[in-house]
């Protein structure tokens, strides 16, 4: 069994429970709120901003240029084509994409971000690569697992979402599962238990975003925008 087959067998029950959470079947369904879709798009824009910084970070770490190439391909793939499923969203929500775009951060989303932030600055290779993985992986196998259940043709709202990450996600998630098989063959024990550890927590994340999505998650205490001297806000 590989290392990353040992991650699959150990998150089983997570993956499962995102792919059963209420926002996926809403997906699956063809039935979610405007407002849990424009909740959605708006916390996977910056979610996206934080992902495509920390693939900087992991270039900054790699020692050959196959490596840099394989990181920058991904960064490539999040703004040139991760935008057409945020588009899918925001048509079905009936708002423009452009409007969804800079606001802050939920508690859920906060905390998965600053969670791979901070293997990206003080972890090796390996481990960002094991705290990024579970993203791909997951939204390809719920692609994957609606394409097979649903069958959707055009006339689903969600048709080109599903069918994104159903076919164009498992090249991105299998690119990752060989790069993380490998860097685990060369990786002392105790690496291999910190990544396992950064894997896990990130698939846990990974569940809370869809929650946080669906119950439209926001801070107990509402944020005050900021008063300058003369009392005018910014």
């Known amino acids: 069994m590989t290392f990353t087959q040992e991650l699959r067998q150990q998150a089983d029950g997570i993956f499962e429970a995102i792919i059963n959470h209420p926002f996926v079947r809403g997906i699956a369904a063809g039935k979610l709120d405007s407002d849990q879709l424009i909740h959605y798009v708006k916390q996977d824009f910056e979610y996206l901003n934080a992902y495509i910084r920390i693939y900087g970070i992991a270039i900054s770490k790699c020692t050959s240029r196959e490596d840099m190439a394989a990181f920058n391909e991904q960064i490539a793939f999040i703004l040139n084509s991760e935008v057409h499923p945020h588009q899918n969203f925001c048509s079905v929500a009936g708002v423009n994409y452009e409007q969804l775009q800079g606001y802050p951060l939920a508690p859920s989303a906060h905390h998965y971000i600053r969670h791979m932030l901070t293997v990206a600055h003080e972890g090796t290779l390996g481990e960002i690569m094991a ?7 997951t939204y390809y196998e719920i692609g994957r697992r609606l394409l097979d259940e649903v069958k959707p043709d055009r006339t689903h709202p969600f048709h080109e979402w599903i069918h994104f ?11 990752f599962l060989g790069r993380v098989d490998a860097w685990a063959e060369g990786a002392t024990m105790k690496e291999r238990e910190r990544m396992r550890e950064h894997f896990m927590l990130s698939c846990q994340l990974e569940y809370m975003f869809w929650d946080m999505a669906y119950k439209q998650e926001e801070w107990p205490v509402p944020f005050q925008p900021l008063v300058n001297a003369k009392g005018y806000g910014r």
């Not at 705290?131 to 992986?137: E, I």
């Open 131 to 137: 705290v990024l993985l579970p993203c791909p992986w």
């Open 165 to 175: 990450y159903g076919n164009r996600g498992e090249d991105a998630a299998g690119k």
